[in-house]
């Protein structure tokens, strides 16, 4: 095949409460997940494991970006710790949480790769929850508040920021199905609200990152949800399949992207939305439609999908279609679909943000991790995406999931996405075989798919 586009971005991602550790030291305030860990989610979190140690990225970044270089990642997405640098998650700056970060991104240049920053990945300040959380107005004005210390303080050294991760998951997971922190269950209009606020809380951002940016900069999203493909791959059936991703049915609205997305990209819902999301749109003030702002890139974390037949009904996975340990099902044809009904919706250039595969990884008898899967998933994967690009998408690079193996928030450490595989007791880290092949796509820009 030909090589992906010259300048095309390959990196990879982790996040700050999954890999980082240090959940108490130097300052750092609580969040939700610290809580959810060790309080509320009792029971949720498989083994009742948490994140205080995970990776202990806080203490060994720098040879986690020694490993990086190894491998030859461009590009590196990180997020910062809300609570880690303002403990009430607004007011008083904790110095030396935000001199972590300062050594982290300057490492990672200093090495060659691209800090790409996420602002919130899920550790909301426990402060804030504890006023009401994404259901409280005023955690926008907060969020708003960090975006501007963190847009700032990083002038000139970071050009691509992501506000916020995933909000169909915060929505779902943390406030309607208790399987994430903050661990509540609310009904529709509950979780209408969340989705308004947090569509509000990336718009105010985006607004404060570019008021006080100096620099260049690029401001997206990284968004998940539901992605349909068709059985059948003709007019119709591509039809189908595009009309039933974005359809808000109204028992599966929530894990969505035009639930998460419509509201900034075309400032309302879709006319087909069911009754009770038109019935909430009425709600919502001409002011707040004035303040949700464009995104300069759609940040797209794909992992699986369902195949639809012509009415756009799930058609199933045949007996003994492969999934991962996760039991999610390998599905390299919703990276295709997924990315080309994507840009045609949003007309947005697309990196994607997320992909990976957790596996039963182990170290072998010669003391190497050998991930056969994985590297199969991850090429079945890649070669969709050029499909997509070839189909006319506008795609600008791909980063990994994960760097590390980490906590893998309700699994708890039986999931392992990473690159690298870390031995928790221990912390030592072994570069699988998926990371030299990764390293082969990425020195051949894609050539050797």
Known sequence: MSTFPEGFIWGAACS??????????????????????????????????????????????KEDVALMK??????????????????????????????????????????????????????????????????????????????????KHFDGRVKYYMPINEPECIVFLGHGNLEHAPGIKL??????????????????????????????????????????????????????AYEATFKLWPDNWCFTFNAAFDTTAFKKYPDDAPAFIKDFEKTIPPSDWDLMEKFDFMGVNIYNGVPVDRSGKPAGFPAGHPKNPLKWPVSPKSMQYGIEFLYRRYGLPIVITENGQSCNDLVFLDGQVHDPARIDFLHRYLLALKDAMDNGADVRGYLHWSFLDNFEWAKGYDERFGLVYVDYATQKRILKDSAQWYADVIQSNGGTL
Not at 111 to 120: C, F, V
Request: negative net charge.
């Open 187 to 240: 009904d529709n209009e509950g979780l209408l609200k969340v989705y308004h606020h947090l569509a509000l809380a990336q718009s105010a951002a985006a607004r404060a990152l570019r008021t006080v940016s100096t620099a260049p900069i690029m401001v997206g999203t990284a968004l998940c949800g539901r992605i349909c493909y068709p059985e059948t791959e003709d007019k119709a059936g591509i039809e189908a």
């Open 70 to 151: 190894q491998v030859g990642i461009k590009t590196f997405r990180l997020s910062i710790s809300w609570p880690r640098v303002l403990p009430a998650g607004t007011g008083a700056v904790n110095a030396v949480g935000l001199d972590f970060y300062d050594r982290f991104v300057d490492e990672l240049i200093a090495n060659g790769i691209e800090p790409w920053l996420t602002l919130y990945h899920w550790d909301l300040p426990s402060a804030l929850q504890e006023k009401g959380g994404w259901l409280n107005r005023e955690t926008i004005d907060a969020f708003a508040e960090y975006a501007a210390l963190i847009g």
């Open 16 to 61: 700050s409460y999954q890999s980082e550790g240090a959940w108490n030291e130097d300052g750092k305030g609580r969040s939700i997940w610290d809580d959810f860990t060790h309080f509320t989610g009792q029971g949720h979190v498989t083994g009742d494991e948490n994140a205080d140690v995970s990776c202990d990225s806080y203490h060994r970044y």
